[in-house]
């Protein structure tokens, strides 16, 4: 089914034809553009270079124009149904999905949406204030179209909230208004989104590792038996691909700026040129790694288990996993810490499949590194970037409660406390890192922070004027 954007919320889930349903939404409508008008973009502007979503096949689901901000055209969309889909795991595997939410489910998948819904407004209200600060006008374009598909991905979360879970659904619609990333009486669900994201390092640094957690829950979640959920998720991950790719070239840029600074100035010393210092960028990298690995949850889990089981929520690409996909005479090991030493345990691997999940999404950080390690040998640099241990600066699951060096030594609380400040972003390094974040706003110009982008967005050239502003 095509998009109707004839119609007040554009969607392709035949709203029309549903008339309690679409008066639910159209009441839900006005209370999250308020949200998007108090808790969105602080920078004032005329009209933004975003894509808009018109289909969502495979060819050709994107169009581009300058819009309004405030005027883009939120909706619900989901990715084509098959009719023949089948479950792909869990005791009721090979049957058919489900287009209902079954009773006994119905607690279980409503939290799993809730918990992903409120991770999409988070980043917007994280994010609020870097347009002031933006280093060119095709990096304010990218944080605008970042920030207005997290929140159509608030929508496609709100819609199943609304469609399939009655009035507790819309009850939990509302609320994912009122809690905000930071709010001390009512913060966000996860403790990444109530993190700021104070400058435009930290924003690529975001959308690299914490996006990427997102992408790896949307996959898990991509495979649900719930049909709606599966469709949803999957349209989702195609807006995602680009958050990330924002990530992945900004980082670039910022690590070939500063090669280029160490190059001319013959130091690693380059604060005082305007740059972002290698060791500050590792700094970085560990901090918004490790808090995005918290995202995963213990490597034990129960709940993770069951949510398999009943077949609610599968592994990243189930299907090409090559085992019986119940998992119930399999065995897995997971991380531990005993008696002073990090180790590991065999467990059910049904138990370990948040383990699991890290670990693919691991392997898929590992080729950002890869790739800046390149940008800094073409560079002439001979110094490298690393991932720091799984078990650094961790508060979520076994590694929580203990101190892990970048390297995977355990110490203790004094030698973490004398060394935090060279392992994560010190006071001096924030403030430095925001000392550089002055606004860019002359089509073609770029800070001195990072280097300019390689290409234009949807063919457009690097110079193009990307936003207007009144
Ligand atoms: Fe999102
Ligand atoms: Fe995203």
Same mark, same amino acid.
């Given at each position: 089914?095509?998009?109707?954007?004839?119609?007040?919320?554009?969607? @392709?889930?035949? %709203?029309?034809?549903?008339?309690? /349903?679409?008066?639910?939404?159209?009441?839900?409508?006005?209370?999250? /553009?308020?949200?998007?008008?108090?808790?969105?973009?602080?920078?004032?502007?005329?009209?933004?270079?975003?894509?808009? +979503?018109?289909?969502?096949?495979?060819?050709?689901?994107?169009?581009?124009?300058?819009?309004?901000?405030?005027?883009?055209?939120?909706?619900?969309?989901?990715?084509?149904?098959?009719?023949?889909?089948?479950?792909?795991?869990?005791?009721?595997?090979?049957?058919?999905?489900?287009?209902?939410?079954?009773?006994?489910?119905?607690?279980?998948?409503?939290?799993?949406?809730?918990?992903?819904?409120?991770?999409?407004?988070? #980043?917007?209200?994280?994010?609020?204030?870097?347009?002031?600060?933006?280093?060119?006008?095709?990096?304010?374009? !990218? /944080?605008?179209?970042?920030?207005?598909?997290?929140?159509?991905?608030?929508?496609?979360?709100?819609?199943?909230?609304?469609?399939?879970?009655?009035?507790?659904?819309?009850?939990?619609?509302?609320?994912?208004?009122?809690?905000?990333?930071?709010?001390?009486?009512?913060?966000?669900?996860?403790?990444?989104? !109530?993190?700021?994201?104070?400058?435009?390092?930290?924003?690529?640094? &975001?959308?690299?590792?914490?996006?990427?957690?997102?992408?790896?829950?949307?996959?898990?979640? *991509?495979?649900?038996?719930?049909?709606?959920?599966?469709?949803?998720?999957?349209?989702?991950?195609?807006?995602?691909?680009?958050?990330? &790719?924002?990530?992945?070239?900004?980082?670039?840029?910022?690590?070939?700026?500063?090669?280029?600074?160490?190059?001319?100035?013959?130091?690693?010393?380059?604060?005082?040129?305007?740059?972002?210092?290698?060791?500050?960028?590792?700094?970085?990298? @560990?901090?918004?790694?490790?808090?995005?690995?918290?995202?995963?949850?213990?490597?034990?889990?129960? @709940?993770?288990?069951?949510?398999?089981?009943?077949? /609610? *929520?599968?592994?990243?690409?189930?299907?090409?996993?090559?085992?019986?996909?119940?998992?119930?005479?399999?065995?897995?090991?997971?991380?531990?810490?005993?008696?002073?030493?990090?180790?590991?345990?065999?467990? #059910?691997?049904?138990?370990? %499949? !948040?383990?699991?999940?890290?670990?693919?999404?691991?392997?898929?950080?590992?080729?950002?590194? *890869?790739?800046?390690?390149?940008?800094?040998?073409?560079?002439?640099?001979?110094?490298?970037?690393?991932?720091?241990?799984?078990?650094?600066?961790?508060?979520?699951?076994?590694?929580?409660?203990?101190?892990?060096?970048?390297?995977?030594? %355990?110490?203790?609380?004094?030698?973490?406390?004398? @060394?935090?400040?060279?392992?994560?972003?010190?006071?001096?390094?924030?403030?430095?890192?925001?000392?550089?974040?002055?606004?860019?706003?002359?089509?073609?110009?770029?800070?001195?922070?990072? +280097?300019?982008?390689?290409?234009?967005? !949807?063919?457009?050239?690097?110079?193009?004027?990307?936003?207007?502003?009144?």
């Amino acid at each position: 089914m095509s998009i109707d954007y004839s119609e007040k919320i554009p969607n @392709n889930v035949d %709203l029309v034809g549903n008339r309690k /349903l679409q008066r639910a939404l159209e009441s839900w409508q006005p209370n999250f /553009l308020n949200w998007w008008k108090t808790m969105g973009p602080a920078v004032p502007t005329e009209n933004v270079y975003l894509r808009t +979503a018109v289909a969502v096949g495979r060819e050709g689901w994107a169009h581009f124009d300058h819009v309004p901000m405030d005027e883009y055209r939120w909706g619900v969309f989901l990715a084509e149904r098959n009719t023949d889909r089948r479950i792909a795991f869990g005791e009721q595997k090979g049957e058919p999905v489900w287009q209902q939410v079954p009773g006994e489910y119905r607690a279980d998948l409503q939290r799993l949406i809730v918990i992903q819904g409120d991770t999409e407004p988070a #980043s917007v209200e994280q994010q609020r204030r870097l347009g002031e600060s933006a280093p060119s006008l095709y990096d304010l374009r !990218n /944080l605008f179209q970042v920030n207005v598909e997290e929140g159509r991905h608030l929508w496609a979360m709100v819609y199943l909230l609304h469609a399939y879970f009655g009035r507790a659904g819309r009850e939990e619609a509302e609320a994912l208004l009122q809690r905000n990333s930071g709010d001390i009486d009512s913060p966000r669900i996860l403790g990444a989104f !109530n993190e700021e994201t104070p400058d435009w390092l930290s924003f690529y640094m &975001f959308t690299y590792f914490t996006d990427r957690d997102g992408k790896y829950q949307l996959g898990t979640l *991509k495979e649900s038996a719930f049909d709606p959920l599966s469709r949803t998720c999957e349209f989702m991950l195609k807006e995602e691909a680009h958050h990330m &790719f924002v990530g992945t070239t900004g980082v670039d840029r910022v690590v070939a700026r500063t090669a280029e600074l160490m190059r001319e100035h013959d130091t690693d010393d380059i604060a005082p040129y305007g740059g972002i210092p290698l060791d500050v960028i590792q700094k970085y990298i @560990n901090f918004h790694y490790s808090v995005s690995l918290d995202l995963f949850g213990s490597e034990r889990s129960t @709940n993770a288990a069951n949510y398999f089981t009943a077949g /609610l *929520k599968g592994r990243w690409q189930e299907e090409r996993r090559k085992d019986d996909h119940v998992l119930t005479e399999d065995a897995a090991q997971i991380d531990v810490v005993r008696a002073g030493e990090i180790t590991t345990d065999e467990v #059910s691997a049904l138990l370990a %499949l !948040n383990h699991d999940l890290r670990r693919e999404y691991i392997a898929d950080c590992e080729t950002g590194l *890869k790739r800046w390690n390149r940008v800094l040998e073409k560079g002439g640099i001979e110094r490298r970037l690393h991932l720091p241990h799984v078990g650094f600066n961790r508060h979520v699951g076994v590694f929580g409660g203990h101190h892990i060096t970048p390297k995977g030594d %355990l110490v203790g609380e004094d030698v973490w406390a004398a @060394n935090q400040d060279k392992w994560l972003p010190s006071e001096a390094d924030k403030t430095h890192v925001r000392s550089l974040m002055r606004p860019v706003y002359e089509p073609g110009k770029i800070a001195g922070w990072i +280097a300019p982008p390689s290409k234009g967005i !949807n063919d457009k050239p690097v110079d193009y004027e990307y936003v207007h502003f009144p």
